[in-house]
């Protein structure tokens, strides 16, 4: 098991951008698939970047080109730059396993994009 703790999200306008921060209790190193989720009220969590052990990178169509997952794996860090923010882009984001098994999640960090 692994605890995760999200942060860096916040208040922007529309066009702004964000880094966002996913901290794990343990090493990284060895864990294959990690990724961004968010969910926004009255929706279901969505999948939204992913990166593997190797840095290869897949991305949502809705946020293709203007988001960026990468890793830190000395830091036990994964991050989620996000540019050219969107007001659907409002929603609580978290980091987790892409395995079907995920891990505990974390609380969360809000984003949100006024227009």
């Known amino acids: 098991q692994v605890q995760l703790v999200e942060s860096g999200g916040g208040l922007v306008q529309a066009g702004g951008s964000l880094r966002l921060s996913c901290a794990a209790s343990r090493s990284i190193f060895s864990i294959n698939g990690l990724g961004w989720y968010r969910q926004a009220p009255g929706k279901q969590r969505e999948l939204v970047a992913s990166i593997s052990n190797v840095g290869s990178t897949n991305y949502a169509d809705s946020v293709k080109g203007r988001f960026t997952i990468s890793r830190d794996n000395a830091k036990n860090t994964v991050y989620l730059q996000m540019n050219s923010l969107k007001p659907e882009d409002t929603a609580v984001y978290y980091c987790?396993?892409?395995?079907?098994?995920?891990?505990?999640w974390g609380q969360g960090t809000q984003v949100t994009v006024s227009s």
């Open positions: 987790n396993t892409l395995r079907l098994s995920k891990w505990d």
